[in-house]
């Protein structure tokens, strides 16, 4: 049975450990470039979780457990209505992922749905996006956006099983990020 619950800033150290598995190290890569080579990626990474605000912020997270253990992550947050023009001084690594997600304006942006993969495979993932739609619907959204790497074939399925559509793609700039992915895909799904 799976159960989910808000997240607590207690939880910073699952929670890290989810974002950077759903996008392949590459928080992990912004962490490590934010603090330099004497400083500790991951510890800064758990500030930002168990912050009040913020996309990252513990706020806008839940989390599905499975015989009360931490199974999978799921966060997310109202889009912008209107998004603006990309910064820029935004790091070329991510404006694809900003485009993207302007083309989807208004909608609830999922941001992370990870799962541990001892946990894969028992309705974690479903639990969860079942979970997104109530809480896009509270939040008087009428859709829901989600970008995938093309690499990340289990999630690719399961957002077609649950009626999600290709939308856009844009291609991964990895400069020294470490990365099989080849392209970012948008997918959204009306409510």
Same mark, same amino acid.
């Given at each position: 049975? &799976?159960?989910?619950?808000?997240?607590?800033?207690?939880?910073a150290? !699952?929670?890290?450990?989810?974002?950077?598995?759903? +996008?392949?190290?590459?928080?992990? !890569?912004?962490?490590?470039?934010s &603090?330099?080579?004497?400083?500790?990626? $991951?510890a800064?990474?758990?500030?930002?979780?168990?912050?009040?605000?913020?996309?990252?912020?513990?706020?806008?997270?839940? #989390?599905?457990? &499975?015989?009360?253990?931490?199974?999978?992550?799921?966060?997310?947050?109202?889009?912008?209505?209107?998004?603006?023009?990309?910064?820029?001084?935004?790091?070329?690594?991510?404006?694809?992922?900003?485009?993207?997600?302007?083309?989807?304006?208004?909608? $609830?942006?999922?941001?992370?749905?990870?799962?541990?993969?001892?946990y894969?495979?028992?309705?974690?993932?479903? +639990?969860?996006? +079942? !979970?997104?739609?109530?809480?896009a !619907?509270?939040?008087?959204?009428?859709?829901? *956006?989600?970008?995938?790497?093309?690499?990340?074939?289990?999630?690719?399925?399961?957002?077609?099983?649950?009626?999600?559509?290709?939308?856009?793609?844009?291609?991964v &700039?990895?400069?020294? $990020?470490?990365?099989?992915? *080849?392209? $970012?895909? #948008?997918?959204?799904?009306?409510?």
């Amino acid at each position: 049975m &799976v159960a989910i619950r808000a997240a607590t800033a207690a939880d910073a150290g !699952h929670l890290v450990r989810f974002i950077n598995m759903a +996008a392949d190290d590459l928080p992990l !890569h912004f962490w490590s470039r934010s &603090v330099g080579p004497q400083g500790d990626p $991951w510890a800064y990474g758990r500030e930002r979780a168990a912050r009040e605000t913020g996309g990252f912020s513990f706020r806008n997270a839940w #989390l599905a457990e &499975v015989e009360g253990e931490v199974a999978a992550c799921l966060l997310g947050y109202p889009a912008e209505d209107d998004p603006g023009p990309i910064d820029p001084d935004t790091p070329p690594i991510f404006v694809p992922l900003l485009e993207l997600e302007a083309m989807a304006p208004g909608s $609830w942006y999922l941001n992370v749905l990870a799962t541990y993969e001892a946990y894969r495979g028992k309705g974690c993932g479903s +639990a969860l996006l +079942a !979970h997104a739609e109530d809480v896009a !619907h509270r939040a008087g959204r009428t859709s829901i *956006s989600l970008i995938a790497e093309d690499t990340h074939l289990d999630a690719l399925r399961l957002y077609a099983a649950k009626g999600y559509r290709e939308v856009a793609r844009r291609p991964v &700039v990895k400069e020294d $990020w470490d990365v099989d992915a *080849s392209e $970012w895909i #948008l997918f959204t799904r009306p409510l």
